[in-house]
T-cell receptor
């Protein structure tokens, strides 16, 4: 069974803090990796793809360790608007996305 | 910015009734998907669709489910005889291609089966 595991949180941080989320996946044949964010009762929205070499998009940095089957997301200088659930997502099959249950982030003033 | 749209936003139905959930994918996209999210649980893949046929489906997508692209714009999910456990948010998604291409999600239809 293909699984993606995440710490459900919530992570409570003050504005300006740096916060890191981790994720592990079970299928060593997984091909593509993503972080999505989901606001309460809304659809998942792509935050960033995750590449083997690591990649950065503004305040967000994603890392992938294929040997350990481990993905991370680092958010620097947290904003109130970053409050959401962060979903670790893995593409296993031809098109299938497997989602983690998500890690909730609450950023407070 | 182009987006995936879904109707209705909410649907309440009686157990045993048929429901059809509708989606309009992004216009130049060729691959279409349905996912569901039971309240408090993770998003789960149901089915992918390309070139008028199912590409992949999960074990959730049993005989009571079907998908169709009845015209050039709509993509539908039909649940033939709804059960209480079908209550969930159903998301449609589309992508330009398979592989590394991003899947863009619609706002979802919240289905409540009574």
């Amino acid at each position: 069974r293909k699984e993606v595991e995440q710490d459900p949180g919530p992570f409570n941080v003050p504005e300006g803090a740096t916060v890191a989320f981790n994720c592990t996946y079970s299928n060593s044949a997984s091909q593509s990796f993503f972080w999505y964010r989901q606001d309460c009762r809304k659809e998942p929205k792509l935050l960033m793809s995750v590449y083997s070499s690591g990649n950065e998009d503004g305040r967000f940095t994603a890392q992938l360790n294929r040997a350990s089957q481990y993905i991370s997301l680092l958010i620097r200088d947290s904003k109130l608007s970053d409050s959401a659930t962060y979903l670790c997502v893995v593409r296993d099959g031809y098109s299938t996305l497997t989602f983690g249950k998500g890690t909730m982030l609450l950023v407070s003033p | 910015e182009p987006e995936v749209t879904q109707t209705p936003s909410h649907q309440v139905t009686q157990m045993g009734q048929e429901v059809i959930l509708r989606c309009v994918p992004i216009s130049n996209h060729l691959y279409f998907y349905w996912y569901r999210q039971i309240l408090g649980q993770k998003v789960e893949f149901l089915v992918s669709f390309y070139n008028n046929e199912i590409s992949e489906k999960s074990e959730i997508f049993d005989d009571q489910f079907s998908v169709e692209r009845p015209d050039g714009s709509n993509f539908t999910l039909k649940i033939r005889s709804t059960k209480l456990e079908d209550s969930a948010m159903y998301f449609c998604a589309s992508s330009e291609a398979v592989g590394k291409e991003t899947q863009y999600f619609g706002p979802g239809t919240r289905l409540l089966v009574l």
